[in-house]
Structure formats: structure tokens, C-alpha cells
């Protein structure tokens, strides 16, 4: 059934707001945050309000309530995601999760002359982890290209990339092009040659039902507040197999069994990585906006809706002068994102003047660099679509974009 | 806000001009307008590590010197437009002033431009230090 964007609409506050210059807000900037729904918005107000509590530290009915939500969420999450509760840990955001697959895997696990792949479309948080390491471990880091024709990744020289390769970190989609990457075909790949496979699904999970464990994946990163959850939390989802591999990465309290002044043991399983005062208003919000989902959103309808308002954005903004578009978004796997530049407004100008029309949209390098010198930039502006978007929006931006371009190009 | 009295004419009549826009969108052509006509505009060529301002998003560099007569003068360039025409409204508000006058400048006159509205906080920091390079130039200029 296709998606009811104005039942949708009316249940994200923000989406109502009117700027301090008067323009109505036009919310082009999904992947960099998605905005909320109300029920994320008042779960969070609720467990302040009536039931905070630290969790997993006490006998007192708030700890006891606070635990029950906790790990609610994680099982509900978990779920939503397509494993189970045991291969989850939270992490803050996706880019701690792809550091925890760093330091709390491969640490343990490669050593010098070991081979970590990824590639040059990644966002940083799947790069400067691994040349970290690298510098560390004296660990070889393989760079996949990307097809600058296609704007895809250049799939047969990762096949020779993976040769020899112990772990294989890809992103899902591109935050800038928006590209969907062949994954399954990646991990096909990767455990050909026996690597682990790590995927960075932070720009993934908004736009896609993600079936872990049928995916077959290693590691996959997911950030909350991308897909309609609060910040500050994220979570790293684990095969079995590798969670047997890890070892702890922050230390500290929560994950330990004994402490002793000869030393610590520590928790087993995903209990060895949640250091610290766990993220629990954030967790609850997490878990309500995948119950929302659950309830308000089937996916392939929101992909089709998401993709055919960017792909005739798109298409509307190539014939606009002076315009460039990167990528295909009007691809049918295109997942929403549109990055474009004009020749002669300067990227961050452009920015502020679609600000001026009420329409958010990103500018700069999208944490992309490696990516944005291949494309040969140095910055884009970016406008992404997700499921509260309408084509009244697109067609108001497209205008916005016309005029600004007839005044100032 | 500041006293309007402490502006010269110039950046006087710069403000009634900003004040007399109808909307945003109006306010940034005139700051285009004034990007492409700075008073002392800092070739590309001289862009360098040292008279780069840091703290803005994009490329902005400003180099002072005195003139013949003693005077300030603020050299800029930047890779945006609006930030370009931040610079040369600066650079018309302290050329020609003596440094000591420079060093303790009040860029108060964009809030009475209503430029305000329109300095988003990582912008307006960027301004902001430019004009404490500026004050900060004057200072060892004095």
C-alpha cells in the first residue's frame, strides 16, 4: 500500500515549523539526521519523567523499570533489524560501532601483514579506524576504487583487492552519492577468501529492511538517529562466530564480572562492550521509532516513494544551467540522495541561499574526502529525501534552486 | 546594538541599504553586491597558510598593512560570495582608520544591517575571527 505521507507528516512536530525568516522548513537533510516522530519525542520525555533510573545497578523499582526498557529496546531493536537480542551491543553511533569492529576485533585478531579492505566511497568512519590500525599493527590497507564513469564501486578490483584480504569493510549505501552497494556480493566474496565482512549500514537502515542474520554479514554498523531514533546511540550487530573472536574495547564498569588489583574478568558477549552508564533514554527513544516504523512504514513502498522524488529531482536539476548532479539518483536502486554543485555559486553559499527558501539542505565534504577527490571536488551540496518528504517539496526546491540560480549564477 | 553615531557615513548609509531589503533572500544579493565591490580585495595568489582565518567554513584569508598616510587597510578573499561581501563591508568600516582605532573595532553595524539573521552560529564565528585577525593585526600595526 503506498505510503500516507500526510498521516506521516503530521506526526513529526518539526515538519510543522515555520523559519525565523518566515519560510515554511523543507527538510533536505535526512542523511545527515532524520527528524522524529512524536512517539520517540515523548518515550524519551516519559522515561524522565516518570521512571529514570540507572539500569542494571539496583533493586529499586525505577532500576527495575529502567532495566525492563533497556533491554526491551534491545530485543525490539534486535528484532527489527533481523537478529537476535545476543548479537547486538549498542554503541554511540555507528562510527563508534565501526571502531569497535576495529578495536574490539581486529585488534585482537590481525596482526602485521594481515590485510583490511575497504574502499574510496566510504565515510571516514570506515577509513581513519583502519588507518589507525594500520599504523598500530603494521596492518596492510587495501583501497577498492570507485568506477568514476558509474559512480559505483569498481567491483572487479575489489575481487583482486579481497585476494588474501582477513577483513572486508564496505558501506551499505553512499552518503553522497547514494549509491546502494552490492553488498551480498561483497560478502560472497569476502568469505570466499575466508575474510570477515564488516558493512557501515548507517545511510542502509533508513531505507531498507535490514535482515541480518539471512545477510550473513560479520559486523554491520546501524545509527539510530538516522532512521527516525534519537542521537547518541547506534549499535553494532555481530555474527556469532565473530562475537567468539572479540575482545573488550572502552573499559570499565558494567562489563566486568570481578575486578581485582591482579586483574579483571570480564562479562561474556555483547556485556563486555556496553561500558559505562548505559544510554538508556536513548535506547527507549531507539526502540519506540522502530515499533513506528514497524507500524507506519513498509519499506519497499517508502524506497519507491523516497527514490522517485529524488530521481525527478534530479533529472529537474541537470537541466537547470550551470548545475552538475553526481551520480545517478534516477537509478532505481538510488537510495534518495542527491549531491550536485553549481559552476559558479560556491557550494556554501548555495547552501545558505536554499536556506534562505526554507530548504535544509547539507554542504561540504560529508566526512567523504577520500570520495570527493575522486570525484574531483572538493565539497557538494547534498539534499536527501526520506519517508515525510513530498513532491510539493521537490517541485517548491526545484523553483528555489531556478531562481536562485537566474539571480546569482 | 550598537550607537549608530560611531559608524562613519558610509557604513551608515550600508546599513539603511541592508534595512531597507524586504527579505533574506534580498540581503544576501546586496552582500553579492558588495563582494564584487571590495575595497581592497586580497588576490587569490596571495591566499596563504598565514593570513588564512580559521574558523569558517569556507576560504577566507586577510592580510593589513598601513597605507602612505598611516591608515588601516584590511585585505580579503574568500572563496564565498557572502563571506567575500562580509569582508568588504569590514574592510569598509576600518580602512583608512588609525590601527588603535582598529584594534578596539565594534562590528555591532551587522546586527544593525539585520545581517544577524542570516549569520548562522559556524558562520558567525567565522566573521567573528576575522574581525579578531583584524583587530589583532591593528594591535601589532599601532
Known sequence: ?409 | MGDSDQWSEEVTSIIDRFQSCFDTMERYELLFEYANKHPSSLAIDEWDDENMVHGCQSRAHVECSLDSQGGFVAKGGADAQIVQGLMAITAIAVNGLPPSEVANHDPSYVEEMGLSQILTPSRANGFMNMVKKVKEEASTLM
Not at chain 1, 41 to 47: Q, R
Not at chain 1, 83 to 97: D, L, R, V
Open chain 1, 1 to 409: 500500500m503506498p505510503l500516507d505521507v500526510e498521516l506521516i507528516r503530521s506526526q513529526f512536530p518539526i515538519l510543522q515549523r515555520t523559519l525565523p525568516n518566515g519560510k515554511k522548513l523543507v527538510y533536505f537533510d535526512n542523511a545527515a539526521t532524520s527528524q522524529k516522530p512524536l512517539a520517540v519525542i515523548d518515550a524519551m520525555s516519559d522515561f524522565y519523567k516518570n521512571y529514570h533510573a540507572n539500569a542494571h545497578r539496583a533493586n529499586h523499582t525505577l532500576a527495575d523499570e529502567s532495566t525492563a526498557a533497556l533491554e526491551g529496546a534491545r530485543d525490539r531493536i534486535s528484532k527489527f533489524l533481523g537478529t537476535s537480542e545476543g548479537q547486538m551491543i549498542y554503541t554511540g553511533s555507528a562510527t563508534e560501532a565501526m571502531n569497535l569492529v576495529a578495536y574490539g576485533w581486529a585488534r585482537y585478531n590481525l596482526n602485521e601483514g594481515d590485510v583490511v579492505v575497504t574502499t574510496e566511497m566510504e565515510h571516514h568512519a570506515n577509513i581513519v579506524p583502519w588507518q589507525e590500525l594500520s599504523k598500530e599493527r603494521g596492518i596492510e590497507l587495501r583501497y577498492v576504487p570507485i568506477d568514476t564513469e558509474k559512480f559505483t564501486l569498481d567491483y572487479d578490483a575489489m575481487e583482486v583487492a579481497i585476494e588474501g584480504s582477513s577483513l572486508v569493510c564496505v558501506g551499505h549505501v553512499s552518503n553522497v552519492l547514494g549509491v546502494r552497494n552490492d553488498i551480498e556480493r561483497v560478502i560472497k566474496m569476502a568469505h570466499s577468501q575466508g575474510a570477515r565482512v564488516a558493512i557501515d549500514s548507517a545511510q542502509g537502515a533508513p531505507h531498507e529492511k535490514i535482515f541480518f542474520d539471512d545477510l550473513g554479514a560479520d559486523f554491520l554498523s546501524v545509527a539510530a538517529h538516522k532512521m527516525g531514533g534519537p542521537t547518541g546511540i547506534g549499535c553494532l550487530l555481530v555474527s556469532k562466530d565473530a562475537l567468539s573472536e572479540m575482545g573488550p574495547f572502552l573499559t570499565g564498569g558494567s562489563i566486568v564480572k570481578r575486578v581485582s588489583l591482579e586483574g579483571t574478568q570480564f562479562q561474556e558477549g555483547y556485556a563486555m562492550f556496553e561500558t559505562g552508564t548505559p544510554r538508556m533514554a536513548e535506547a527507549i527513544g531507539w526502540g519506540v521509532a522502530v515499533d513506528w516504523l514497524e507500524e507506519n512504514i513498509d519499506f519497499e513502498e517508502a524506497h519507491k516513494h523516497v527514490q522517485s522524488i529524488a530521481s525527478w529531482m534530479a533529472t529537474r536539476m541537470r537541466k537547470i544551467p550551470g548545475i552538475t548532479v553526481f551520480g545517478f539518483p534516477e537509478m532505481e536502486e538510488a537510495i534518495g540522495v542527491v549531491s550536485f554543485l553549481h559552476d559558479t555559486i560556491q557550494a556554501q553559499d548555495l547552501g545558505y541561499l536554499l536556506d534562505a527558501g526554507g530548504f535544509a539542505v547539507r554542504t561540504g565534504h560529508h566526512c567523504a574526502q577520500p570520495l570527493m577527490e575522486a570525484m574531483g571536488v572538493g565539497s557538494t551540496n547534498r539534499a536527501s529525501v526520506w519517508i515525510y518528504n513530498t513532491m510539493e517539496e521537490a517541485e517548491a526546491f526545484v523553483t528555489h534552486l531556478e531562481s536562485i540560480v537566474s539571480k546569482f549564477g
